[in-house]
């Protein structure tokens, strides 16, 4: 009971003495008691609020930036596909050297088999790739070259003349080949 008239004298004295700061504070909060009401409602209610807001800002922002790097990365595509294609037509290329290399050596070997003097070589790469030929050799093997020649699965004539030499019996073999492949 002590802590009970403790209160009890404690409200008493309270408002026995209305010059007293206990009671002007009490009267203050029951004038302003809306006031204060709605004052701790938005202190209580303002804090989930702003934390809503935030996430919604940085729910926009994350948005944008998932925008801009979808943006990039569909420019890296296409930057990669233009480096895939370069690599390709650069690699084809590539593939074409090496096939008119080893045309010519298979050439070289066939006159080289042959007794043959090739006097020309002369590839034409502008429109499709094309080889012209001119071999020098005596009459009787300058048909066994044309054979071999006919025989490459890579090249085929496109027109063929043979023309004769007025030099120890020599015909020339001038031959216009182009790629099959």
């Not at 050297?97 to 002369?122: C, F, L, P, W």
């Not at 699965?153 to 007025?166: G, Q, V």
């Amino acid at each position: 009971m002590n802590k009970n008239n403790f209160i009890y004298r404690w409200i008493e004295q309270a408002y026995l003495r209305p010059n007293g700061k206990v009671y002007q504070c009490l009267v203050l909060l029951d004038q302003y008691r809306k006031t204060i009401h709605l004052s701790l409602f938005l202190i209580i209610a303002c804090y989930p609020i702003i934390l809503l807001s935030q996430q919604l800002i940085q729910q926009q922002q994350n948005q944008q930036q998932l925008e801009s790097f979808n943006q990039q990365i569909e420019q890296n595509k296409r930057s990669l596909a233009s480096l895939q294609q370069y690599h390709t037509q650069l690699f084809s290329s590539q593939n074409t050297d090496s096939s008119m290399v080893k045309t010519n050596q298979q050439i070289k070997q066939i006159a080289e088999r042959y007794n043959g003097k090739i006097e020309q070589i002369h590839w034409n790469t502008d429109s499709e790739n094309s080889l012209n030929l001119i071999v020098n050799q005596q009459s009787s093997a300058i048909f066994n070259i044309i054979r071999q020649l006919n025989r490459l699965e890579h090249i085929a004539f496109r027109e063929l003349t043979l023309l004769k030499l007025d030099r120890s019996k020599l015909i020339q073999l001038n031959a216009q080949l182009v790629t099959t492949k």
